[in-house]
């Protein structure tokens, strides 16, 4: 008697074939992921230096300067302005930072949507002028304003700092609103027009919302500049009139206070907060609209 094996019944107990995977080539997945991979280790090349600032902050040196670890303690972040002059020159550094900013960021936008908006006679050397000081080493620029303040009898210190610092952070603010505002679709604009919305209404509730992230990276941008400049800042000030770096580089040669480190740190995190807190204004932006 002959077996009926199309019967459910005589279907053998151990199931479908098995499916074999084969075996991926590891350079197959090196290749496709490679920019992946060289991000990422530039990302860790970049941040070397502030992981060592951060780990030094921790640290309590034997001698004068902090170049080698010996002991982990918190006694740098507890006293803070522990080191003499050192707070003196961060206020003054800060301060300058945020005037400096202000100043730049409103003029440098004032600029920006003049190139960007209007044609009139010399734009084109504007677009030149306003490229000089980036192109120009800082060495040059210092010492040029070192005359022209000198000529002119105006006595170097606070004032004179603030002066170079707008010059060449202006540059750079114009750069990158100019950027946001090359990107703009004027249909938006011209939409609100056409539902009767005035140039100010326009303004306000489509255009500068708009260039609103390009003007806070630009006054970003300005700040750090203004901040962390060594090179105008030592040919335009005076004996008195000690900015951060230039205590940092002073200190260099005599001793160097953890507190510098518990600084450079403080600056660190609050710039990673400051883009990270725009990020996720962004992403939540950008679900709103979904």
């Given at each position: 008697m002959a077996l009926d094996t199309s019967s459910p019944s005589r279907v053998s107990a151990k199931g479908p074939a098995p499916v074999y995977r084969k075996s991926r080539n590891p350079l197959v997945w090196v290749r496709e992921h490679i920019i992946s991979i060289m991000a990422f280790f530039a990302f860790c090349y970049l941040l070397l230096p502030n992981a060592v600032v951060i780990l030094f902050s921790f640290n309590k040196p034997n001698g004068r300067f902090n170049y080698q670890w010996s002991t982990f303690s918190l006694d740098a972040w507890k006293n803070i302005c522990g080191a003499p002059g050192i707070c003196e020159s961060l206020t003054l550094s800060l301060k300058i930072a945020f005037l400096s900013t202000l100043a730049a960021t409103i003029l440098g936008t004032m600029i920006a949507f003049a190139l960007i908006r209007h044609r009139f006679w010399g734009r084109s050397g504007t677009n030149l002028i306003i490229f000089l000081p980036m192109a120009t080493p800082e060495v040059v620029m210092g010492s040029s304003l070192l005359t022209l303040f000198v000529n002119i009898g105006i006595p170097l210190g606070f004032w004179t700092i603030l002066i170079a610092h707008i010059m060449f952070c202006?540059?750079?603010?114009?750069?990158?609103?100019?950027?946001?505002?090359?990107?703009?679709?004027?249909?938006?604009?011209?939409?609100?027009?056409?539902?009767?919305?005035?140039?100010?209404?326009?303004?306000?509730?489509i255009t500068f919302p708009l260039v609103a992230p390009g003007i806070g990276a630009a006054a970003l941008l300005s700040f750090s500049l203004s901040f962390d400049d060594y090179i105008i800042t030592n040919f335009n000030a005076s004996p008195a009139s000690v900015t951060f770096p230039m205590y940092v580089w002073g200190s260099a040669t005599r001793g160097t206070p953890v507190q510098i480190n518990v600084i450079g740190t403080i600056m660190f995190l609050l710039a990673v907060a400051i883009v990270g807190v725009g990020q996720l204004i962004s992403m939540s932006r950008r679900r709103a609209l979904k």
């Amino acid at each position: 008697m002959a077996l009926d094996t199309s019967s459910p019944s005589r279907v053998s107990a151990k199931g479908p074939a098995p499916v074999y995977r084969k075996s991926r080539n590891p350079l197959v997945w090196v290749r496709e992921h490679i920019i992946s991979i060289m991000a990422f280790f530039a990302f860790c090349y970049l941040l070397l230096p502030n992981a060592v600032v951060i780990l030094f902050s921790f640290n309590k040196p034997n001698g004068r300067f902090n170049y080698q670890w010996s002991t982990f303690s918190l006694d740098a972040w507890k006293n803070i302005c522990g080191a003499p002059g050192i707070c003196e020159s961060l206020t003054l550094s800060l301060k300058i930072a945020f005037l400096s900013t202000l100043a730049a960021t409103i003029l440098g936008t004032m600029i920006a949507f003049a190139l960007i908006r209007h044609r009139f006679w010399g734009r084109s050397g504007t677009n030149l002028i306003i490229f000089l000081p980036m192109a120009t080493p800082e060495v040059v620029m210092g010492s040029s304003l070192l005359t022209l303040f000198v000529n002119i009898g105006i006595p170097l210190g606070f004032w004179t700092i603030l002066i170079a610092h707008i010059m060449f952070c202006v540059s750079f603010v114009v750069v990158t609103v100019k950027a946001r505002l090359a990107s703009l679709d004027p249909r938006l604009e011209q939409a609100a027009a056409d539902l009767y919305a005035t140039e100010a209404q326009t303004f306000w509730r489509i255009t500068f919302p708009l260039v609103a992230p390009g003007i806070g990276a630009a006054a970003l941008l300005s700040f750090s500049l203004s901040f962390d400049d060594y090179i105008i800042t030592n040919f335009n000030a005076s004996p008195a009139s000690v900015t951060f770096p230039m205590y940092v580089w002073g200190s260099a040669t005599r001793g160097t206070p953890v507190q510098i480190n518990v600084i450079g740190t403080i600056m660190f995190l609050l710039a990673v907060a400051i883009v990270g807190v725009g990020q996720l204004i962004s992403m939540s932006r950008r679900r709103a609209l979904k």
